[in-house]
């Protein structure tokens, strides 16, 4: 649908492709007139979505378009409408709609940043981009076109699209996607083309296109919104989020807690005797929160008759004014079996893999096996989420797998303190273990899994300076910090970056380091 590489000047048909601009940091503005760079828009930030772009309306004349000219649209309509011509239409599914959203929302705000003087109409006034489908399709009367639309889908008994698709923006409206290495590092450009529903799901790869027609077979296949766009635009994509209370946020009012009102598990889900315990997270990758209840009871083995101890967990979404609720997102008939004993066990979820479903990890003794061949005392055990294919042509949710141990510490059980921290803010979690380690540092591991796919591992991040003295085991505290796009000193492009903000005693005295996500072994006193 739409080329990587377009042509310098093709005027009456607008295929003028916009040539990239260093220009300032996201949010920065010039400090004079005379040196600001050129902008239609006046939009520099690379994490707060504009509001409004100027869009070339052309003249049709037969079969050739003419010079037409420009009209201001507030962003987000903009998105809306394009999705609407260009995604349908009949276009329902929630991971299909997300990858949509976002990356209509990201081509347009790529040319924002990136303009082209080039760009006139026939008055001689900037625009941004063009309708054509050398940019995107814009009509002005796609909404109610799609409302019409919808009356005659709600006749047949099929949901109204518009409602979905208006969902999916604001779901999306505080993301960025970025690449994180080559010659295309930065905030990414984001093309996409029609694809063949029947060559499959990973038929094509540019790492510029996502096609629409295998997506949407991806997306029958399992694949949640986060999942498409890493097949499409490749491993070293970063889907970054900045925290609320950031000075360069979105303009998207943030959610209140879905959850405020009272909400209860089903009947019969659990018995009393049961050990319940409570996640919040997104465990199926549709951006919509929800709350996870983990149920652990002793039962019986029906195959062996052997008593056991066995885990199951079931989640509940608000959607709008409804609850839905799954109960089959874990089930674990022996958790003795996978080595973990569940009086000890301690859990907290992340993202590892990094397919926008929420996985398990859990922190419990090291089976007495596995200390016997030289593992440490506590063991580290992930269960990763699992896609499943479409059955009956309903997409099914994911699943989380069973758990593995990916790694052991020396230190006891009680004195290991787990964090979940993005550490290069690509939106796939690592998940950082402080322990002592035996000469009485204070050590940082971070649980993370290959780019490429591959079971998580744990190595070595940081540890503390020896003569800061030794660590007072459980004295740690840490917080998050982003840092957003930044200036990468290696290459002077943008980099996302995040910091790791810990306060701890040692040698008796209560600091408060910064942690850098960028580089091992580097931290820096506050």
């Known amino acids: 649908m739409r080329s990587c590489k377009r042509a310098a000047i093709v005027a009456l048909i607008l295929s003028l492709i916009a040539i990239p601009a260093s220009g300032p940091i996201a949010g920065e503005r010039a400090a004079t007139a005379t040196a600001a760079p050129y902008q239609c828009t006046p939009w520099t930030s690379m994490t707060k979505p504009p509001e409004s772009i100027w869009v070339h309306i052309p003249i049709k004349k037969g079969r050739r378009l003419k010079m037409g000219t420009r009209v201001q649209v507030d962003f987000k309509t903009y998105v809306e409408r394009v999705m609407i011509n260009e995604w349908g239409p009949n276009e329902t599914h929630r991971a299909q709609l997300l990858s949509a959203a976002q990356i209509v929302k990201q081509y347009a705000w790529w040319y924002i940043t990136h303009p082209n003087k080039k760009l006139k109409d026939k008055n001689g006034d900037c625009f941004d981009v063009g309708s054509t489908t050398t940019f995107q399709l814009y009509r002005g009367n796609a909404t109610t076109k799609a409302e019409e639309s919808d009356a005659a889908r709600i006749k047949k008994g099929l949901p109204a699209r518009l409602p979905l698709i208006r969902s999916a923006i604001e779901a999306v409206w505080p993301l960025t996607i970025w690449r994180t290495a080559g010659a ?155 080595g973990i004993d569940a009086a000890q066990m301690n859990l907290i979820t992340a993202d590892v893999n990094g397919d926008g479903s929420d996985d398990l990890v859990i922190s419990a003794p090291t089976p007495p096996s596995v200390i016997a061949t030289g593992g440490g005392q506590s063991g580290i055990w992930v269960a990763l989420s699992e896609k499943r294919n479409w059955v009956n042509k309903r997409i099914q949710d994911p699943v989380l797998g069973a758990p593995q141990l990916v790694g052991t510490s020396t230190a006891a059980l009680s004195e290991i303190s787990l964090t979940v921290w993005d550490r290069n803010a690509d939106d796939r979690d690592e998940v950082g273990l402080f322990a002592p380690t035996v000469d009485g540092r204070l050590e940082l591991s971070l649980l993370s899994a290959p780019r490429t796919g591959g079971a998580p591992s744990i190595s070595s991040w940081w540890s503390s300076d020896p003569l800061l003295g030794s660590y007072s085991a459980g004295s740690i505290n840490s917080t998050v910090q982003p840092l957003g796009p930044q200036r990468d000193p290696a290459d002077g492009r943008r980099a996302l970056r995040s910091e790791l903000i810990i306060e701890v005693s040692l040698g008796g005295q209560r600091r408060t380091l910064a942690i850098s996500g960028a580089a091992p072994n580097s931290a820096a006193a506050r």
């Open 184 to 338: 295309r590092k930065g905030f990414a450009h984001t093309g996409y083309r029609g694809g063949a529903y029947r060559k499959g799901c990973d038929k094509y790869y540019t790492s510029f296109h996502l096609f629409q027609q295998n997506a949407r077979r991806c997306a029958r296949d399992g694949e949640s919104f986060e999942a498409l766009i890493r097949r499409f635009y490749g491993p070293n994509i970063a889907i970054y989020q900045p925290a609320p209370n950031e000075s360069d946020a979105t303009l998207v009012d943030f959610e209140v807690d879905p959850f405020a009102d009272p909400w209860s598990l089903p009947d019969g889900w659990s018995s009393g005797g049961d050990q319940l315990s409570e996640f919040r997270g997104d465990f199926d990758g549709d951006l919509f929160p929800e709350i996870a209840t983990l149920r652990v009871w002793n039962t019986t083995d029906p195959l062996t008759g052997l008593p056991v101890v066995s885990a199951a967990m079931g989640s509940i979404e608000r959607r709008n004014d409804a609850y839905l609720w799954r109960g089959d997102i874990w089930s674990v008939t022996d958790l003795a079996a996978s």
